[in-house]
């Protein structure tokens, strides 16, 4: 006997047709590279952020539309990853992929193709709100944790070989945090933040904080942080670089700036700290890509109007410059006009910045040298 109210059998039949209309590898691609990894499955960037590239473990089987995480245990179907993706709870979720794929207007009652998404760029910029209220929590607690921490402090306020000559102001305007490893997860229980969104975020693991002895640079969207660097302080950690969390919602250049005199692209952390430091955010829109901003970079350079000038700061070294000239290529092809920036004595902005107003004026004559 069937004893299924009307509205239950309703949901049934929406959650039916979602499952039907939304693809699992469609719908993770929304979030993270999804590569062919045998059979019937795929590999899909791990939106838990407990596993590596090297040693992906985040599957989506195509054969029954699932995916299985084997870092964190985490599975189920279609609309389960819609809610890991986006910390959402299952409402959320199901609204968000029926108006995607399966109906276009939240009052409508007719049914309709919706062709899937062929690019992520728009849907990739949706943070929501809880997860940001956790990373702002993370930051925060950050900056304090290095306002107390003498030997970390130093390496970013010392000039010179040993330090990174990074002003007071700047690490305050950067919100510029360092992880003792310890003290994370009490400070998020204290802000009312579920330890289990900063475990899905990617801040706390079974091993303890992700971005232990690491200073932090959070990514801004606006006052809020929505991705964040960790960079190792100790030569032996590996990697030298980490970010969370994953997947492309939350990976984006760090920028500020308006792009009176055009648009200057650095790599890393320390170069863009040199370029605020500097203050050429007065005159310059300025980005630094992260070894990961660099879609969401050529997006937003590629929709500027008018179209700005580039000037691209990459490091000083073969690596470096084959990076530019393919930097620049793509953007060319989308009729930006780009300059590579040259410059003596520093591999790269972060290490101009170590040698204080010498550093800067380096950088001020390969500006002029280009006619910024």
């Known amino acids: 006997m069937n004893t299924r109210t009307h509205e239950e059998t309703r949901a049934h039949d929406v959650i039916d047709r979602i499952k039907a209309a939304a693809r699992i590898s469609d719908v993770a691609a929304q979030y993270g590279e999804v590569k062919p990894g045998g059979t019937e499955r795929s590999v899909c960037r791990c939106l838990c952020g407990q596993n590596s590239d090297r040693h992906p473990s985040f ?3 195509e054969s029954d539309d699932h995916f299985h995480c084997f870092a964190c245990g985490r599975h189920g179907s279609v609309i389960d990853l819609v809610m890991l993706a986006e910390n959402c709870d299952l409402r959320t979720a199901i609204e968000t992929l029926k108006q995607r794929y399966v109906y276009g207007d939240a009052a409508a009652d007719t049914p309709r193709t919706v062709a899937r998404p062929a690019a992520p760029v728009e849907i990739a910029k949706v943070v929501s709100p809880e997860t940001r209220a956790v990373l702002n929590t993370a930051v925060a607690h950050y900056q304090h944790v290095l306002a107390g921490n003498i030997p970390a402090l130093n390496y970013l306020k010392n000039a010179g070989p040993d330090g990174r000559g990074v002003s007071v102001d700047t690490i305050t305007r950067l919100k510029i945090g360092y ?6 997860a009490r400070a998020l229980h204290g802000s009312g933040v579920n330890l289990g969104l900063g475990a899905q975020v990617g801040l706390l ?5 992700m971005m232990r002895s690491r200073l932090v640079f959070p990514v801004l969207d606006g006052d809020d942080a929505v991705f964040m660097i960790g960079r190792a302080l100790r030569k032996e950690q590996e990697p030298k670089y ?5 997947g492309l919602a939350h990976k984006q250049p760090m920028q500020c700036g308006q792009p009176d005199r055009g648009v200057v692209i650095v790599e890393g952390p320390f170069d863009y700290a040199a370029l605020v430091q500097w203050k050429l955010d007065a005159d310059f829109r300025l980005m630094a890509l992260l070894g990961v901003g660099h879609t969401r970079a050529v997006n937003d350079l590629t929709l500027m109007r008018p179209k700005p000038r580039v000037l691209i700061a990459l490091d000083q070294d073969q690596a470096g410059h084959d990076a530019a000239l393919k930097l620049m290529s793509t953007l060319t092809d989308r009729g930006i006009r780009t300059t590579i920036l040259t410059w003596p004595g520093a591999k790269d902005c972060g290490e101009l910045l170590q040698q ?3 550093g800067k004026g380096i950088f001020e004559r390969a500006l002029e040298k280009a006619g910024a």
Request: hydrophobic share 25%.
């Open 356 to 358: 204080g107003d010498c």
């Open 205 to 209: 693991t079974q091993y303890g904080e």
């Open 179 to 184: 992880s003792d490893g310890q003290t994370l």
């Open 59 to 61: 599957m989506l089987y």
């Open 242 to 246: 980490l970010g969370l969390p994953d």
